[in-house]
């Protein structure tokens, strides 16, 4: 595997020592916020995606929106709720 996806694979590589419950919460807490921010990276490239593709294919009507707003605001909070620990 390559040297770039290193970050990744340690976001997602479960502790090999003895578990418990204050080292499994220390352990997502050390991955946290690199977490949040790779969805964070993910979430605004395929809002590009597919705003560019909606607006670009001339279907809205003026004043219609293309995605429910309430959306993009429950979908990081649902990534994160849910976040493989």
């Known amino acids: 595997m390559s040297n770039s996806l290193h970050p990744i694979r340690w ?3 479960a502790p090999s020592e003895p578990l418990t419950a204050l080292r499994v919460v220390g352990w997502w807490e050390l991955r946290r916020i690199p977490f949040n921010v790779v969805i964070g990276i993910v979430g605004v490239f395929a809002f590009a995606v ?3 593709s909606i607006y670009s294919a001339g ?3 003026p004043g219609e929106d ?6 993009l605001l429950l979908a990081p909070i649902t990534a994160t709720r849910h976040a493989p620990c």
Do not use: N
């Open 11 to 13: 976001l997602f590589t």
């Open 50 to 52: 597919f705003a560019t």
């Open 59 to 61: 279907v809205l009507q």
């Open 66 to 71: 293309a995605v429910e707003p309430f959306a």
